[in-house]
């Protein structure tokens, strides 16, 4: 049989290096239509956390970790040398940035270079981590040829961009169409044969490099956006507008028209950081990406517009921000998930303390979070009875939990960087929207 034949008939072992906020939601995809799956990672408290049976991702519930545990489909282990038994490998290692803002590729070379040195025929490999253009054909595939295998014809390539949004109740893998470049077409084929048991729909482009693009314009797409939306609202507070009023009434455009929201700057692992993997990448060729680094730009300044709103709201009431008591709602990036990775909860703390502000924070996800200068905050309990003895409440996250009305009830100034508050607000002086 084929490697193709086999992918078809569900007759393999598939691998995922890497097994975080992208790689285990696609193990347990795999392993829940009956595939057997070896889970690969540097994390010894993963590998133990997941053989027991847990998870540490939100999206993914311990009841689904433990049915394929009990079922014999999931293992996971820092034992490389099991690449060997895998027919295909999926690659979800980090991307992040170095601190001059330009790619870290480590990690995708660390798990190439693990993998090319058990390389054996009929393998296909795939690239999920987000990268910039060029990576696969320029990097990946050089770096597996040196085993003497060829790519396209003893083992294959491709490369498949993750799109998963974590802590999204309706979008998950399988009705998320999947994009898949391969190297040759043979690649695209078995690679397509593999996401297609967990994916409702596959979408083959012409090279692994079209597959890395798409990915970075859906993101700079969203970067872009944000940026755009962002400076309409610190144009609609200059105007004495409400950004919030303005957007719901443009988004009744059923056309040309897509609303995004305004906040307090740009989290995760992904939004504040893939389009400088374009912009790298271009500056290699002599071309200065505009748009992203506009949107850059805005959104990296949206932090120090949240402290002047706190500053705002705090002079409303007689008082500076050297003393008073604040409270943050929210470090994660975003609502309901546990990450705080480029938070914007962290600049915004850190602009509050550095001006003399005594700042706690509240979110049930994330028990702890740290500062750039290494400092350790640790999450205060929400009760909202004590808020009331905060000078100002800053809302970051909207985590549903919080109930806007005993909010409103008992805190003295607010900030509401998320329009939670809303319509509920109007009119309350207490409240000092983005
Ligand atoms: N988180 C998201 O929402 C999201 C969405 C789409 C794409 N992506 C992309 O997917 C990739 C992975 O992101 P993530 O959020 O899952 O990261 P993560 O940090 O949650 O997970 C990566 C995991 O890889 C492990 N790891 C690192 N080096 C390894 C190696 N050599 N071998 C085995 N394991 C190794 C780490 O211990 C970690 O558990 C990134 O490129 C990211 O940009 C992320």
Redesign the pocket.
């Known amino acids: 049989m084929s490697l193709l034949q086999r992918v078809e008939a569900k007759e393999i072992t598939v691998g995922v290096?890497?097994?975080?906020?992208?790689?285990?939601p696609l193990a347990v995809a795999f392993g829940e239509v009956g595939i057997n799956v070896l889970g690969?990672?540097?994390?010894q408290p993963?590998i133990d956390a997941l053989n027991r049976g847990e998870s540490y991702?939100l999206d993914v519930a311990a009841d689904q970790v433990a049915a394929l545990r009990a079922a014999g489909l999931l293992e996971a282990t820092?034992d490389?040398d099991r690449l060997k038994d895998c027919d295909a490998i999926s690659?979800?290692?980090?991307?992040?940035l170095r601190k001059t803002r330009d790619p870290d590729l480590?990690?995708?070379l660390?798990?190439t270079?693990?993998i090319a040195a058990r390389l054996r025929p009929n393998q296909v490999i795939i690239l999920?981590?987000?990268?910039y253009p060029g990576t696969t054909l320029e990097v990946v595939a050089p770096a597996l040829g040196e085993s003497g295998l060829k790519v396209g014809e003893d083992v294959f390539l491709a490369f498949s961009?993750?799109?998963?949004?974590?802590g999204n109740p309706v979008y998950g893998v399988e009705n998320t169409p999947k994009i898949i470049g391969g190297v040759t077409p043979e690649c695209t084929a078995i690679a397509s044969a593999l996401y297609g048991h967990i994916v409702n729909q596959v979408y083959p482009v012409s090279s692994p490099t079209a597959a890395e693009m798409v990915?970075l314009l859906e993101?700079t797409f969203r970067a872009v956006n944000i940026g755009l939306v962002n400076e309409i609202a610190i144009i609609s507070e200059k105007l004495k507008l409400d950004v919030w009023e303005i957007i719901a009434a443009a988004a009744t455009k059923p056309f040309g028209y897509m609303p995004f929201y305004p906040g307090p700057g740009l989290g995760?692992?992904?939004i504040p950081?893939?389009p400088h993997y374009l912009s790298w990448k271009l500056r290699t060729l002599n071309y200065r990406t505009r748009f992203i680094e506009l949107a850059e730009d805005i959104n990296s300044s949206m932090p120090n517009y949240v402290v002047d709103r706190v500053s705002f709201a705090l002079n409303q009431v007689g008082k500076p921000i050297r003393g008073a008591k604040l409270m943050i709602l929210g470090a994660a990036y975003k609502r309901d998930i546990s990450?705080w990775?480029e938070s914007p909860a962290i600049p915004v703390i850190e602009g509050l303390l550095a001006r003399g502000g005594e700042v706690d924070y509240e979110d049930q996800y994330v028990p702890e979070i740290f500062l750039s200068d290494g400092a350790r905050l640790t999450a205060t309990p929400l009760d909202y009875a004590t808020l009331a003895r905060y000078d100002c409440v800053v809302i970051i996250t909207d985590h549903r939990y919080y109930e806007a009305a005993q909010i409103l009830a008992s805190a003295q100034k607010i900030v509401d960087t998320r329009n939670l508050l809303g319509a509920l607000a109007a009119g309350d002086e207490r409240v000092v929207k983005l």
């Open positions: 290096v890497g097994l975080g906020y992208v790689g285990l690969f990672e540097v994390s993963k991702v820092g490389f690659v979800c290692v980090p991307t992040p480590t990690y995708i660390e798990a270079r693990q999920e981590s987000t990268t961009p993750e799109r998963i949004d974590p990915k993101n995760g692992h992904c950081i893939d990450d990775r």
